[in-house]
Structures are given as C-alpha cells and as structure tokens.
C-alpha cells in the first residue's frame, strides 16, 4: 500500500479524516470523500498521487470543482 508524506496510509479514510480536520465535518470535500467510502469502503487504496488528490480536495472545498448530488465530479 501507498504511504502518504505524514506516514499514514493511502486510503480513503485518510483522506477524509484529515479532509476533516482542515476544513470540517461540512465540507463539500468531505461530502466526496464520505460518498466514496459509502461506495468502496473506508480501507481502499488511494493510488492516485498525494499531490493531485490534496488539489482536487482543496477544488471541491473551495468551489473549483462542482459535485453532483450523486457524488460524481461534474465535468
């Protein structure tokens, strides 16, 4: 499994977690991330690299990026 720059794993719920932690529990990022983990589960690997995901996170937070109410990036 991948590791990410802090040492924790590459999986959802790291990504979510400290989605969480930066921006709160209301975050539209944090919304994404909870539909992917209702999807595929909490444990699976994130193979995408650490740098795109934390661009995209921060583009859905910040409204960069639209999300439709299904929880599939809109393109």
Do not use: C
């Not at 921006?23 to 909870?34: H, R």
């Amino acid at each position: 499994m991948k590791t990410l720059s802090t040492g924790q794993p590459s999986t959802l719920k790291t990504y979510r977690d400290n989605t969480k932690a930066l921006f709160g529990e209301d975050s539209p990022a944090v919304q994404w991330l909870n539909k992917r983990i209702e999807d595929q589960g909490e444990e699976e690997e994130v193979i995408a690299d650490e740098g795109q995901m934390i661009q995209l996170i921060a583009s859905i937070h910040f409204g960069g990026v639209e999300v439709e109410e299904n929880g599939k990036q809109d393109t």
